[in-house]
């Protein structure tokens, strides 16, 4: 089959990763008889200095076209002294508003290999964990009515979380969809104990839910869930939740998970259009310096072979690659302990490409 795929290097350690997360597509496509086009185009800090705007045109139409989207990072200080609404993280929200990427997946995943990065004891962690975070993305707070006004107590600033039916029965539906892949268990988070939008929330997951008959559901409030999450996070398989709560709880899952490197995430429009990218930042710290570890967006390979392009057999392969190298006892130097081998990006990037 043949594949288009828009890609966005962006800045920092972005393109360094990105040349690693195509090397192993293209093997992908060598071994299993697919074509990948990759169209790559800017965004992001790049994309300020080359038109003086971090998300051109040109950029959301390539993508629109594409069958999926691959993202590096965008960011770095170069850009830092500009206001907030010219800055190269503004590229995400417009890209994720133009696509209509309203779920945000992301997996917490510990690899065997790695247990000990992990903050937590060893008991509790005891026979892996694999939680996948479904994060409501283009609605809530972040997005909701926003002001100031003056009060007896001086000037305030307000922020509206406003939740419709329909949003929360469409992210819902995903996390159910997943769940129904996995271990057949929903967490829905939310604060139904104190916000009418959170009542909401709740009533429509449950309703939701009827459809999926096989899914247990739970309804946590996520105070409750926070702690949850250290204390015994094994007891999670999906957990959906809002834009913000999403955004705080995906954090402190994928610290448990000790790695930021390793991460991938989705974030899926209706139908199966999505866009791929690490969890991390641009790491501006290490950029350019061989040092980046490349897994987690070969990682956010496997995730749009599996989610976007329906090869299930071709993410297994890309999956069981990483695990390979990481078996091999190879290692980057954010997971370096001391005792294992010693690679830069390019040559992490090479050795999973090699177990393909
Ligand atoms: P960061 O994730 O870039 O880095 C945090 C720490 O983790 C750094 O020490 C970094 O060296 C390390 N790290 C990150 N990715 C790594 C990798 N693949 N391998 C090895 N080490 C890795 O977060 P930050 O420092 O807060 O942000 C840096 C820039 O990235 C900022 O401009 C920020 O706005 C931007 N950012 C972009 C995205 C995105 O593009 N989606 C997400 C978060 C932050």
């Known amino acids: 089959m043949e594949y288009k795929i828009a890609v966005i290097p962006g800045d920092g350690i972005g393109p360094d990763i990105i040349e690693q997360a195509l090397l192993v597509l ?8 697919h074509t990948f086009t990759c169209q790559t185009v800017l965004a992001g800090g790049a994309a300020i200095d080359a038109t003086g705007n971090c998300l051109p045109q040109e950029t959301i139409d390539v993508c629109k076209a594409a069958d999926a989207v691959l993202l590096g990072a965008v ?7 500009l206001p907030g609404d010219q800055r190269p993280e503004r590229a995400l929200l417009g890209i994720r508003k133009e696509l209509g990427l309203f779920a945000n997946l992301r997996p917490a995943m510990i690899f065997p290999e790695l247990a000990d990065a992990s903050p937590l004891k060893a008991e509790i962690l005891e026979g892996g964990l694999d939680i996948l975070v479904v994060r409501e993305l283009t609605g809530g707070i972040y997005f909701g009515e926003r002001g100031t006004r003056e009060t007896d107590m001086g000037p305030a600033a307000y922020d509206v979380e406003m939740y419709s039916e329909g949003e929360v029965r469409r992210i819902a539906k995903v996390a159910f969809d997943m769940a ?3 271990n057949k268990h929903v967490t829905s988070v939310d604060k139904a104990n104190v916000l009418d939008s959170s009542r909401l929330w709740r009533r429509v997951v449950t309703e939701v839910s009827k459809d999926y008959p096989e899914v247990k559901l739970d309804h946590l409030y996520v105070d409750n869930a926070a702690m949850q999450l250290v204390r015994n996070p094994r007891q999670f398989d999906v957990i959906v939740t809002s834009n913000i709560f999403g955004d705080i709880l995906s954090d402190e899952a994928s610290q448990i998970t000790g790695s930021i490197g390793m991460l991938p995430s ?14 991390h930042g641009s790491a501006p710290d290490i950029a350019g ?5 490349p897994a987690a967006t070969i990682l956010s390979v496997g995730m749009l072979l599996r989610y976007t392009l329906g090869l299930s ?7 069981n690659a990483v695990r390979a190298v990481l078996a091999d006892n190879i290692r980057t ?11 830069g990006t390019a040559e992490m990037g090479r050795r999973i490409a090699e177990k393909i």
Do not use: C
């Open 26 to 33: 293209h093997k992908v496509g060598d071994r299993f008889g």
């Open 75 to 81: 960011g770095g200080p170069k850009w830092d002294g």
């Open 180 to 182: 129904m892949k996995r």
């Open 266 to 279: 989705a974030s899926l429009a209706t139908g199966n259009f999505g866009m791929y990218e690490p969890i």
């Open 289 to 293: 310096q061989d040092k980046a570890n």
């Open 313 to 319: 057999a071709e993410a297994d392969a890309v999956e």
């Open 333 to 343: 130097p954010d997971l370096y302990t001391g005792s294992e081998t010693l690679v």
